[in-house]
C-alpha cells in the first residue's frame, strides 16, 4: 500500500469523497486543509481569522499559514502512518515543502470537466460537525438536510455559491494545475477519471494505491 498520497483535482472533483473511503476502509489518515481552515474559522482562532478573508473569495491562503499548519501535523503523525493529502499541496511551493518532510508515492489526479464541477460544488451541502459531505442529487442525505452520521443539520458552504466557485476554478487553474506536471515529472503521477459511480471511481482509486 503506497503510504503517503496527495489527492489532485479541481474544487469539486471528489477528493474529499474519495479520500474519506481511504480513510474509512484502509486505515489512511486523511489530513484535509480545507476541514482544518474552516475549523480554525468557526474556532474564531488566529489562523481562522487570517484565513477567512481569503477563502471567503475564493483565494488561496497564503503559502506561510498552510505549510506552517501542515508541518505541526505531519510531526504529531506516528512514524510511518498511512496518509492521505486532500487540498494540500495547492501550489509548487506547497508541494516543495512536503517532499522536504515525506516521500510522497503518488499523486492521485480526479478529472472532471468544469460543466459538472459547477454542479457538484453549488449542490454540495456539509456537515458543520463531522465534515461529511453529501450532493442533493448524486448522494443525498437519508433524511433531508441531516447528517447520516452524525445527525446535524447541513449546511451549504458560502464559497459554494456560484460566484464564488468561479473565482475558486480560475484560482486551481493558475496555481495548482501545474502541480499535475510537477508530479508527472518525478513519476508520481496518476490520472483517474472522476466522473461516473462514486464506489467505481474508488475501485479505480484502489487499485492506485495498492
Ligand atoms: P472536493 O473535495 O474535491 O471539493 P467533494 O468530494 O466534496 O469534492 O465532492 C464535491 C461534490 O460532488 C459533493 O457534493 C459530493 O457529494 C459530489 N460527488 C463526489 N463524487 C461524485 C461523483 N462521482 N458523482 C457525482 N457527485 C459526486
Ligand atoms: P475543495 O474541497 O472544494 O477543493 P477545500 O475545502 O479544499 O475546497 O478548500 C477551501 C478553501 O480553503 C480554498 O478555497 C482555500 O481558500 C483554502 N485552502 C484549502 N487548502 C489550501 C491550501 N493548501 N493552500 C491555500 N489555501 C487553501
Ligand atoms: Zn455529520
Redesign the pocket.
Known amino acids: 500500500m503506497k503510504t503517503n498520497i496527495v489527492l489532485l483535482g479541481p474544487?469539486?472533483s471528489g477528493?474529499?469523497t474519495q479520500g474519506e473511503m481511504l480513510s474509512r476502509e484502509l486505515g489512511y489518515v486523511r489530513l484535509?486543509?480545507?476541514?482544518m481552515?474552516?475549523e480554525a474559522k468557526r474556532d474564531g482562532t488566529p489562523l481562522g481569522l487570517q484565513?477567512k478573508e481569503?477563502?471567503d473569495c475564493?483565494?488561496?491562503?497564503p503559502?506561510e499559514l498552510?505549510i506552517d499548519l501542515m508541518m505541526e501535523r505531519i510531526e504529531e503523525l506516528g512514524e510511518g502512518a498511512p496518509v492521505v493529502f486532500?487540498?494540500?499541496?495547492?501550489?509548487v511551493e506547497?508541494a516543495d515543502a512536503l517532499g522536504d518532510e515525506v516521500d510522497v508515492d503518488l499523486a492521485l489526479n480526479l478529472d472532471v470537466d468544469d460543466a459538472e464541477l459547477v454542479n457538484r460544488?453549488t449542490r454540495r451541502r456539509s456537515c458543520p460537525k463531522c465534515n461529511a459531505v453529501y450532493h442533493l442529487d448524486f448522494n443525498p442525505p437519508a433524511k433531508p438536510d441531516a447528517c447520516d452520521k452524525c445527525g446535524s443539520a447541513l449546511y451549504q458552504r458560502d464559497?459554494d455559491k456560484e460566484a464564488t466557485f468561479v473565482n475558486?476554478l480560475a484560482?486551481y487553474r493558475e496555481n495548482t494545475l501545474p502541480l499535475i506536471e510537477y508530479y508527472e515529472r518525478r513519476g508520481n503521477l496518476r490520472t483517474i477519471k472522476g466522473t461516473g459511480d462514486i464506489g467505481e471511481i474508488f475501485e479505480k482509486v484502489k487499485d492506485a494505491v495498492l
Request: no cysteine; proline share 7%; charged share 25%.
Open positions: 474544487p469539486g477528493k474529499g484535509s486543509t480545507g476541514d481552515l474552516r484565513a481569503y477563502m475564493g483565494a488561496l491562503v503559502n498552510i486532500d487540498g494540500f499541496p495547492r501550489t506547497q460544488v464559497d475558486r484560482t
